[in-house]
């Protein structure tokens, strides 16, 4: 079976403390202003004076079923095997249609290359046995990435362990990044 990557972010772990934002942009030359990914506040919650605020870590969803893919009218959007959407800086005229299809805004207009830009798993990484950026740089260890096809890896036991949810699921992307709330310290567990 081939790997399929993926991303669980464990939201009680994030203090927005932005080193993933920082690691990308030194590691991807991302143009200034722009970002491949970043962190949402979900908050405050609850009830005074018990409220709460979440922060969530996010980044392109890599959707199994990808509106990006499925607009691109020249086939620069594309998905590899192992489930990474990427773009085919060759084949990419500018048209912005892939951004305008994406519910998450994952993606941005690259203004040097002209050509749209965003995560790309750090997939010249991956290739030398590193992890991405922003996970080797989260202080927090909020941001776990593996292949959720192997029952042994990380992302995998923790998603058997844990209930996760994805964002948007009413958009049916089936995106391949996973969100975890809950602390298992707050139930008297240990921490994965
Ligand atoms: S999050 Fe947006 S850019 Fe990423 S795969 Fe899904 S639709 Fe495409
Ligand atoms: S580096 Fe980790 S802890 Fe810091 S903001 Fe990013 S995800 Fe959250």
Redesign the pocket.
Known sequence: MSKRYGFVMLVYRCIDCKACQVGCWAENEVPLGKSRNWITKDGPKGKFPDLITDFLPGN????GN????NVCPTGASYQTEEGI?LVNKKKCIGCKY?MV????N??YYHPEEKTAD?CTMCVHRLKEGLQPACVSTCVGGARVFGDLNDPDSQVSRLLRKHRAVVQLPQAN?QPNVYYVYDSPVDKGGIAP
Do not use: G, I
């Open positions: 392109c969803m890599h959707c990808a509106p990006c893919v959407v892939c299809a994406c519910p998450y994952a993606r965003k992307t």
